[in-house]
């Protein structure tokens, strides 16, 4: 009777063994599955914020570029237009005049290249200004990604005083003063 007494007792500790090793075994599932799927979610938030980041960028770039074909677009048709009327007027002239004084009848495009440049600089350096704001909003988003968090959302700017509420501030205190000398009026009206 012995023998079968420890063969039972080593039956019972074998199911036992086995029931915490599969609990264990359960446990560590369970929570390397919700370890990849908060990994899994972080990279998908990754992924997301990358890709705004990469469309919001392109934006910029598109937005610079049609500026800048568009102002040096306008300032060569002027620059046509004017060297088409310097060679008219120097064809009109002859070239004995054309000859006497060839500045004359030089097109005046200066200002228009002038300011097509300085238009074309403003534009790149604002963009340029944008994108490394982008650039910096998508690594902090990447970051926050990663962590877990959520982006910062941007700061409201303070709120400042305005002429209107520092009446509306004057006059409350008065108002306050003013409600108890109506209610000792009214009382005396009552008697």
């Known amino acids: 009777m012995q023998v079968q007494e420890i063969i039972e007792k080593a039956k019972a ?7 915490d090793a599969e609990a264990r075994v359960e446990k560590v599932r369970g ?8 990994v899994n979610g972080r990279a998908e938030n990754v992924i997301k914020v990358s890709t705004d980041t990469v469309k919001k960028a392109g934006d910029v770039v598109t937005k610079a570029a049609k500026t800048v ?3 040096n677009k306008a300032a060569g048709k002027d620059l046509y237009g ?7 007027k120097a064809r009109g002239a002859g070239v004995k005049a054309v000859a006497q004084k060839p500045a004359d009848f030089l097109p005046q495009g200066r200002d228009t290249v002038t300011k ?3 238009t074309s600089k403003k534009t790149v350096v ?3 200004e944008d994108l490394q704001k982008l650039a910096t909003s998508g ?5 926050a990604a990663v ?4 982006p910062a959302a941007k700061k409201a700017a303070p709120k400042r005083a305005t002429a209107a509420s520092k009446t509306t501030a004057a006059k409350k205190p008065a108002a306050r003063k003013a409600a108890p000398a109506k209610a000792a009026t009214v009382k005396a009206a009552a008697e």
Not at 31 to 38: C, I, N
Not at 139 to 143: E, Q
Not at 147 to 150: A, V
């Open 116 to 118: 097509a440049f300085e």
């Open 69 to 71: 074909a568009e102002t």
């Open 139 to 143: 690594i902090n988003g990447v970051k």
């Open 13 to 19: 500790r074998v199911q036992n063994l086995r029931k």
């Open 126 to 128: 604002k963009s340029a």
């Open 31 to 38: 929570e390397a599955k919700s370890r990849f799927e908060l």
């Open 82 to 88: 004017k060297a088409v009327s310097s060679v008219e």
């Open 147 to 150: 962590e877990g968090k959520k």
